[in-house]
């Protein structure tokens, strides 16, 4: 090999990297970020895991509850009057539905990069909860179809910076071990905003219609919209940043946070000065093939949920009156609330995530086909529990994307948002599916296919990560001289992130792909 310069980075606990030793596959000593954490790291780890699920996760959980209460609260509207009050036909109630999710994926990898970039998760997260807050207690005012299609756009686009900005936020915090099952606990916000959000829109109907001249829809936008711009005002001041900003922890458990985040990736989780832009993480999210799996993946899972934005009106073809239809909806969320922390406590426990994503699969397809084939009361609304089981699949992708993508940091957080973008994509297209009630099977027709479509995917993200992890093993093993071929990949490992070849094999040497 060319001669090379010596960079910081090859002086490893005080002893200097030979690279001929380096490319033969025998590197002189373990970099001092590879060790396991002693004893004593572990006792601190567990007081610092504890520290965390206390504030930050009731925290996000708050805010995703009030940010699906918020975005979906226009499927109750529609029971409330609202399409009476405006004047809707179907397609322009279902333009007025998609119109929010062009802006969303519009502002998902900008943002995302924002973030990462500005690294003040607390004041970012916070002032784009204030502002979807407001646009919804502005909503409550919209006279005709051009007022409520403008408010949705302008609410995705405030929306946006949350979702995809959490669970980079998220990933900054856990290690891939612990994600899964928090990411359940992150996502039972959206579940119980499925159900309480519909239990206070029975109330408001049933207690507020017609007060100071509103009507019962208004007052559900107004209510709401002001609960989430105090909670935003709360986010900021409340929320922590990273582990080593927050004042809260000692330098003791900062040093173990960034201990234990270093050595489940495989490398400090930074982005090293001068070796990773935004840009460059960017273009590296866009280079690798699990980006696209991925996002195609939820693309499927995120179109086959999109009853989530019918389901009073599905609740209806029971044959209930409106609050009555607004109740219905309640009992299937709170089922899955507390089977998605099973589900996803079990997929981290066993340290899986194929077939946790898998199986749920075939139980909403049959539930899908029920409700397609059957109008009596009892079989239609057991089917509406199988159907909810694509919910359970979301706990377990959103851990997917940090473990399969787990570093650099910028890569890390183009690629969530790519993913998220991409994924809610589906939901610009799938309302103008629900037609020909009381059925619906064009709509969930579509549902079923998506939901192949994200089998499909599955199953070759299965594949290639466990090619992955093959190339990760013949890199660990030091008796077997690298390829060319290897070497060539860790050459440009190390030009894209800004360090040496001897550190680039050795990030490797221990990590594997969740699978």
């Given at each position: 090999m060319a001669d090379r310069i010596v960079h910081d980075s090859d002086i490893l606990g005080g002893e200097k990297l030979d690279m001929a030793q380096v490319e033969n596959g025998s590197p002189s000593r373990e970099p001092l970020h590879m060790m396991a954490l002693s004893e004593h790291e572990l006792g601190v780890e567990k007081k610092l895991r504890f520290k965390i699920d206390c504030l930050i996760m009731p925290l996000v959980i708050l805010v995703y509850l009030m940010n699906y209460i918020d975005r979906n609260n226009y499927a109750a509207a529609k029971l409330q009057g609202l399409v009476e009050d405006l004047g809707l036909n179907n397609t322009q109630y279902q333009v007025g539905l998609s119109i929010l999710f062009v802006a969303y994926v519009l502002m998902q990898v900008p943002?995302?990069?924002?973030?990462?970039?500005?690294?003040?998760?607390?004041w970012y997260i916070?002032?784009?909860?204030?502002?979807?807050?407001?646009?919804?207690?502005l909503t409550s005012q919209v006279?005709?179809?051009?007022?409520?299609?403008a408010c949705r756009f302008i609410l995705?686009?405030?929306?946006?910076?949350?979702?995809?900005?959490?669970?980079?936020?998220?990933?900054?915090w856990y290690t891939k071990g612990e994600l899964s099952f928090r990411m359940a606990v992150f996502y039972s916000g959206s579940l119980l905003s499925g159900a309480f959000g519909n239990l206070i829109a029975a109330g408001i109907l049933s207690g507020l219609a017609g007060s100071l001249g509103m009507s019962a829809w208004q007052w559900l936008y107004v209510i709401e919209g002001a609960i989430t711009m105090f909670i935003g005002i709360v986010i900021c001041f409340i929320l922590p940043d990273f582990p080593d900003t927050w004042s809260r922890l000692s330098p003791e458990m900062k040093h173990v946070a960034n201990r234990r985040l270093a050595l489940d990736a495989a490398e400090a989780d930074v982005d090293l000065p001068g070796g990773m832009s935004q840009w460059t993480g960017c273009k590296l999210a866009f280079k690798d093939p699990k980006t696209y799996l991925l996002a195609i993946a939820y693309h499927g899972?995120?179109?086959?949920?999109?009853?989530?934005?019918?389901?009073?009106?599905?609740?209806?073809?029971?044959?209930?009156?409106?609050?009555?239809?607004?109740?219905?909806?309640?009992?299937?969320?709170?089922?899955?609330?507390?089977?998605?922390?099973?589900?996803?406590?079990?997929?981290d426990k066993l340290n899986h995530r194929f077939w946790f994503f898998v199986y749920p699969i075939p139980i909403t397809i049959v539930g899908f086909v029920v409700f397609m084939t059957t109008s009596s009361f009892g079989p239609r609304y057991f089917s509406m529990f199988l159907m909810i089981f694509v919910?359970?699949?979301?706990?377990?992708?959103?851990?997917?994307?940090?473990?399969?993508?787990?570093?650099p940091p910028?890569?890390?957080?183009?690629?969530?948002?790519?993913?998220?973008?991409?994924g809610n994509a589906a939901s610009i297209w799938t309302p103008f599916t629900y037609i020909d009630p009381p059925d619906y099977r064009p709509?969930?027709?579509?549902?079923?296919?998506?939901?192949?479509?994200?089998?499909?995917?599955?199953?070759?993200?299965?594949?290639?990560?466990?090619?992955?992890?093959?190339?990760?093993?013949?890199?660990?093993?030091e008796d077997v001289p690298l390829r060319e071929e290897d070497l060539a990949k860790l050459r440009k490992t190390a030009e894209m992130e800004g360090i040496d070849i001897a550190l680039a094999r050795r990030q490797a040497k221990d990590y594997r792909y969740m699978i």
């Open positions: 943002s995302n990069l924002l973030l990462n970039y500005c690294g003040k998760p607390s916070g002032f784009f909860v204030i502002a979807w807050g407001l646009v919804s207690c006279k005709s179809y051009g007022g409520i299609v995705g686009l405030v929306e946006a910076p949350f979702f995809a900005g959490v669970l980079f936020y998220l990933s900054k899972i995120t179109g086959a949920s999109g009853f989530q934005n019918f389901f009073p009106t599905l609740t209806a073809t029971l044959g209930f009156n409106h609050i009555d239809s607004l109740l219905l909806v309640a009992p299937p969320y709170i089922f899955m609330v507390i089977y998605s922390f099973v589900n996803s406590w079990a997929s919910f359970a699949q979301n706990g377990i992708i959103y851990a997917w994307i940090a473990n399969a993508i787990p570093r910028a890569k890390r957080a183009a690629a969530l948002a790519f993913v998220n973008s991409v709509a969930l027709g579509a549902c079923i296919g998506l939901q192949v479509v994200a089998l499909i995917c599955a199953v070759i993200l299965r594949w290639y990560l466990q090619r992955q992890n093959k190339y990760l093993s013949a890199l660990q093993n």
